[in-house]
């Protein structure tokens, strides 16, 4: 288990479809997760890749963060706030201004 990361949504419909095509039938918890993830995943997967690399750029967002950001989209200095709640770090203005510029690129 030393390859950890957290996924996307859109990487989670992407892994959960390519299981469908190796076996008949999916737990009730992929099929769960299989659900929520195509409600819910705004982007596609080359999309999502896109954003998490560029929001990666940005020195005070982690990966778990940047997953999150790539899931919500948030397009709003109070949502991206939510987000950092419970950081280390209180973003100032600027940090979040630049976080929401390159979130509001791929929407």
């Given at each position: 288990?030393?390859?950890?990361?957290?996924?996307?949504?859109?990487?989670?419909?992407?892994?959960?479809?390519?299981?469908i095509k190796l076996r008949p039938e999916l737990s009730n918890e992929q099929k769960v997760s299989l659900d929520h993830a195509?409600?819910?995943a705004k982007l596609t997967l080359p999309q999502s890749k896109k954003l998490f690399k560029e929001l990666k750029e940005l020195d005070f967002v982690t990966d778990a963060l940047a997953t999150k950001i790539v899931d919500l989209l948030p397009v709003h200095p109070e949502d991206v706030r939510v987000l950092f709640a419970k950081e280390r770090l209180i973003l100032d203005k600027k940090q979040s201004d630049a976080l929401i510029t390159i979130v509001k690129k791929h929407v």
């Open positions: 288990m030393a390859d950890e990361h957290p996924v996307s949504l859109a990487e989670v419909k992407e892994l959960l479809e390519a299981e195509t409600k819910f």
